[in-house]
């Protein structure tokens, strides 16, 4: 059992599967590296910018894009709810909490405005379109509540913990704030 979630590092930019990887895999031309760093490892790497993704929309990408690998929704509801699932973590945002309180001072870079950073922070002049980086959502919550109700609901239980540190991580640190609108 995976009970630690695994994140990803860019140029002192942290994230985590669902949390914009795949695009940045892209922009930095990392698609066949291993550029995976685990909870520990957090700790003695360089991180300015942590890409967060609201709990709830992360939760139900990350169901949806395990239903592309096994079209079963209850054993894709467990492996979530049991840390079976690379996709997500029950414990993700408890765990950058508890990282941004022993080492403050990062900015935090919500998803929708990673395009925005990239481009107006890091300066990379060639940002793709993010459409070909989004899940195609088969379940939306209400799908999943009618399908599953007894798991789901335990998840949206955990989900109440994981929304209070989220709220915590945006309160206790410097949050990015789009500079003008892209084109």
Known sequence: MNTLP???????????????TKFLDNIYNKTNENIHINFYNLFKSEIDYIILRDPLSHLISAINETLKYEDNLKN?????????N???NINHYR???????????KT??????????????????????TVNYKTVKIYDIEKIKEEE???????????????????NI??????????????
């Open 86 to 88: 690379i996709h997500y």
């Open 108 to 129: 935090i870079i919500l998803l929708e405005n990673l395009s925005n950073f990239l481009q107006l922070e890091k300066k990379i002049k060639k940002i793709p379109s």
């Open 170 to 183: 945006l309160n206790d640190n410097n949050v990015y704030k789009p500079k003008k609108t892209l084109i």
């Open 6 to 20: 695994h994140f990803k590092l860019y140029d002192k930019i942290l994230t985590y599967p669902k949390c914009g």
């Open 149 to 167: 109700p007894y798991l789901i609901n335990l998840l949206l239980k955990n989900l109440d913990f994981e929304i209070s540190s989220y709220k």
């Open 95 to 105: 765990l950058l909490e508890l990282y941004t309180k022993l080492k403050p001072n």
């Open 76 to 84: 894709n509801l467990e492996s979530l709810l049991f840390g079976n």
